[in-house]
């Protein structure tokens, strides 16, 4: 491993392919005989710390269409969250049904599982029947892991039945000095960017263009108004950098002031501070309050000039859902993924049955999608929100500041490049987006 490492710090890829494949590698993975830790306790008192650990397993067999990366950065997402506190259920039941599908997938249903959607590398070997990619590429990886020997899946990769996320509902996922993912999840790294910043974007970045730019998704349009909950975050950075570079008005709802100045620092101009407004969608448990949709509703016509939201861009779920169909326009769209606050939605039916309204579940992108969002970060279009990188030794941390809600954009981990910084292709293209790639760094 530190022969394939060097050789890539040392800028020698049409070596790589010449170097043998480790027997086994060092990853983050959680453990079967772990699954129940935490029993009894709240999502709250869930510690990722006490469930990630890195750890060196086996080497995994190549097989036709795949490839090995050797990754040098990745980062956290939402789903390595839900792994690591075994909610809403254990990964180790995809990573059964996967292992059932066939002789090759079998190799997935092991007593731990490598986690992690994202990542940023160079092509260490390729399988049977890979022609675009070689050993010395460099490159990034969607998360989509799919089969595609159904019909369904060959008008839009998401529709087939054996869709999954990798390092999710797969093994061997981006958290790790090896990674082994299908070659067509492959896509060339940008080359102004390092290896935490190219890793950054992937899951995120191609969720939010399917979500509100896609026709699978909202479709956005020029002049749309688009409310973005969590708009610094993870997935909502990229929602509203996509909402302004395309011509739509995006409303950007935070958290704290703090955040408030990062999506001002992006280009947004209509804010909402939830902490300073404090909104309370719920009187308790089991009631919703409309005087606080209403309340919403009219602070966005204050900041619009009257105008309603063309598109919800939700995914916070069960604590802001009734609000987001409430504020909709008439004819309006809610567009959601993910549930970070929970599942089980629940809305007053009248105001989207009465009003022409849509909702549409959006769930990652297929190839496409991915490709055409990866596209955008190379063009510098659109640009990563890495806030905080961390060695992966200290990958729980990482997820507690997901988990919590601490982090802003994206938490990065280096896997194996050894520091920051490293990866950079193109100066020239760097220093011209330099300040936009650093906006969320250090806050």
């Not at 993975?29 to 710390?49: A, C």
């Not at 001002?264 to 804010?271: I, N, P, Q, S």
């Not at 900041?303 to 504020?327: K, N, Q």
């Amino acid at each position: 491993m530190n022969e394939i490492r060097d050789a890539i710090l040392s800028d020698q890829l049409d070596a790589v392919g010449g170097l043998a494949v480790p027997e086994s590698y060092r990853a983050v993975v959680v453990r079967k005989d772990e699954q129940d830790m935490f029993e009894g306790l709240t999502t709250k008192d869930k510690d990722p710390r006490k469930s990630l650990h890195v750890e060196e397993v086996a080497t995994p067999e190549l097989g036709p269409g795949e490839a090995i990366v050797a990754v040098m950065a990745s980062s956290v997402n939402y789903n390595t969250v839900w792994t690591s506190i075994f909610e809403p259920v254990s990964t180790f039941g995809f990573l059964e049904r996967y292992g059932r599908v066939s002789e090759l997938t079998k190799r997935h249903d092991l007593p731990y599982h490598v986690v992690g959607s994202d990542l940023a590398g160079v092509v260490l070997r390729v399988g049977p029947g890979v022609n675009r990619w070689k050993p010395g590429d460099e490159v990034v990886a969607h998360c989509l892991s799919v089969e595609l020997e159904d019909p369904a899946g060959h008008d839009d990769t998401m529709m087939d039945p054996q869709q999954r996320i990798w390092g999710f509902e797969t093994n061997f996922g981006g958290l790790a000095e090896l990674a082994l993912v299908k070659s067509n999840q492959l896509m060339p790294k940008p080359g102004h960017l390092t290896w935490e910043e190219a890793a950054a974007p992937g899951l995120v970045n191609s969720t939010a263009y399917r979500q509100l730019v896609s026709r699978n998704g909202a479709a956005m349009k020029q002049g749309d108004v688009v409310l973005i909950w969590g708009a610094s975050g993870g997935l909502g950075s990229y929602a509203t950098q996509m909402a302004l570079n395309g011509g739509a008005i995006p409303v950007c709802v935070v958290s704290s002031p703090e955040k408030a100045d990062i999506v001002r620092k992006m280009g947004a101009e209509l804010v909402i501070d939830r902490s300073a407004e404090q909104y309370c969608f719920w009187k308790d448990e089991d009631t919703q309050d409309p005087k606080e949709w209403q309340r919403l509703g009219k602070k966005i016509r204050e900041l619009t000039g009257g105008d309603d939201v063309d598109i919800v861009f939700e995914h916070p779920g069960r604590d802001t859902f009734g609000a987001s169909v409430y504020v909709t326009k008439k004819g309006g769209t809610i567009v959601t993924c993910a549930s970070t606050t929970g599942y089980m939605h629940s809305y007053d039916n009248r105001y989207l049955w009465m009003n022409l309204k849509r909702i549409i579940g959006s769930h990652f992108a297929n190839y496409k999608e991915a490709w055409e969002a990866n596209r955008l970060i190379d063009k510098g279009l659109i640009h990563p929100t890495l806030s905080k990188v961390y060695p992966m030794e200290e990958v729980g941390q990482a997820a507690c500041d997901v988990k919590g809600n601490l982090h802003q954009g994206k938490v990065g981990v280096l896997t194996l490049a050894p520091e920051e910084g490293l990866g950079v292709r193109d100066a020239e293209k760097r220093a011209k987006h330099l300040a936009a790639i650093n906006r969320f760094r250090g806050v």
